[in-house]
């Protein structure tokens, strides 16, 4: 079974620092997508970053971008000049390639952001 | 317009009562997803259908039965609420994918969430 590892529960970071919050995985799959979701107070959850696994170019989405590992099943988000509203939980998630649709995402436990003003 | 929907987004109810929540998504996606979050903020995958064909049941208490009366909505109805069922659910959608993942965005586009609270 496929499992996310969030190591850190909380973080914690200066409004215009950068911040890297850490995820590993565990598959013996080769084909699959690596996603960072935002879960503001609002609870809505929202797409941040995408990783397809045949690429080896890290993703990267203005301030937001991501050191993706394959072998080391490593895929950090890194957050460039943090704003106030970047505080919210960051759930990494983990997804086959798969046509049955058998395969839902798995997500880490989360990691709390907090940015001190 | 939202692209999935979830209503009701509050339900405060009695132990022992039974509740629904419905789901609607405007994508046109084949695939609609169940999850709870529970108190800790953990997302567990509870059901999935495609295309209303139940394709993924989790280890999920036979209280919960969720059912899909085409593939555009995707409705959860819990029998004998427990106090262990408040959480927060949401329901998602995503297209079904196809050739390689190259052609895929893989993503799951997610409701707003339907907090639950069991008394």
């Known amino acids: 079974a496929q499992t996310v590892t969030q190591s850190q529960p909380e973080m914690s970071v200066q409004e215009a620092e950068t911040v890297t919050l850490s995820c590993t995985y565990d598959?013996?799959?080769?084909?699959?997508?690596l996603f960072w979701y935002k879960q503001p107070p609002s609870r809505q959850m929202i797409l941040v970053i995408r990783?397809?696994?045949?690429?080896?170019q890290n993703a990267t989405e203005n301030r937001f971008s991501v050191n993706f590992q394959k072998a080391a099943k490593s895929f950090s988000l890194k957050i460039s000049d943090s704003q106030l509203g970047d505080a919210a939980m960051y759930f990494c998630?983990?997804?086959?390639?798969?046509?049955?649709?058998?395969?839902?995402?798995?997500f880490g436990s989360g990691t709390r952001l907090q940015v001190q003003p | 317009d939202t692209a999935v929907s979830q209503t009701p987004k509050y339900l405060v109810t009695q132990m022992g009562n039974d509740k629904s929540i419905k789901c609607e998504q405007n994508?046109?996606?084949?695939?609609m997803y169940w999850y709870k979050q529970d108190s800790k903020k953990f997302l567990k995958i509870m059901f999935s259908?495609?295309?209303?064909?139940?394709?993924i049941n989790e280890t999920v208490p036979n209280r919960f039965s969720p059912k899909s009366p085409d593939k555009a909505h995707l409705n959860l109805h819990i029998n004998s609420l427990e106090l262990g069922d408040s959480a927060v659910y949401f329901c998602?959608?995503?297209?079904?994918?196809?050739?390689?993942?190259?052609?895929?965005?893989?993503?799951?586009?997610f409701g707003e969430g339907s907090r639950l609270t069991v008394l």
């Open positions: 998602a959608s995503s297209p079904r994918d196809r050739g390689t993942s190259a052609l895929n965005t893989g993503e799951l586009f």
């Open positions: 259908y495609n295309n209303k064909e139940l394709i």
């Open positions: 998630a983990y997804r086959i390639h798969e046509y049955t649709g058998r395969r839902a995402l798995t």
């Open positions: 994508l046109g996606h084949d695939t």
């Open positions: 598959t013996s799959e080769s084909d699959y997508y």
């Open positions: 990783q397809e696994a045949y690429k080896q």
